[in-house]
């Protein structure tokens, strides 16, 4: 065999090698979760599990309307709608966490209340435009709309206090 048959045949096996290589689906790695007090995994979760959520009596929140605007000492009862003061948005608390994460969605790691937060609904006329999070140790944290609309200028929100937290067995919190 001549050298030009050899290093076309060479090339034509990498070209094909390579070709079948991309080809491939790269193999995730397999996940270990860890251990939970509630022994379910959330769906779509993998590394975390994810406690029950606890439930709280009221919230106190500061907004964020703009950089030089804030509305102190907003209370709310999760699941009530409230109007916020000099605005046509109105706000609701859904959800609360004791040590918030995100593991491909909001989880609860503990009932330790290490990372505590609320989810704000932000609605006008009814229909939820966004929602945001309220965070006891990040004040006015923002992250995009998650409903992939362009909102303007989304309101931030910091978790002051909450009362009446409970667990959904009837365990009261210390």
């Known amino acids: 065999m001549n050298k030009k048959a050899g290093i076309f045949i060479l090339i034509l096996v990498v070209a094909v090698g390579g070709i079948w290589f991309l080809g491939q689906k790269p193999k995730a790695p397999e996940q270990t979760a860890a251990p939970s007090s509630s022994g379910a995994m959330p769906p779509g979760h993998g590394q975390f ?30 699941g009530k709608t409230i109007r916020l003061q000099g605005s046509d948005l109105s706000l609701r608390a859904t959800e609360f966490y004791t040590h918030w994460n995100w593991d491909q969605g909001a989880i609860n790691l503990s009932k330790h209340e290490n990372n505590p937060a609320v989810k704000v609904e932000v609605l006008k006329n009814g229909t939820v435009l966004y929602y945001g999070w309220a965070f006891k140790q990040m004040p006015f944290f923002r992250m995009s709309s998650h409903k992939g609309e362009d909102v303007g200028e989304q309101l931030a929100f910091t978790l002051m206090e909450y009362k009446g937290l409970t667990w959904p067995s009837g365990e009261e919190a210390k």
């Open 49 to 78: 599990m994810s406690t029950e959520l606890p439930e709280v009596d009221e919230v106190t929140i500061d907004v964020q309307v703009a950089p030089e605007l804030i509305v102190e000492g907003v209370t709310l009862t999760p």
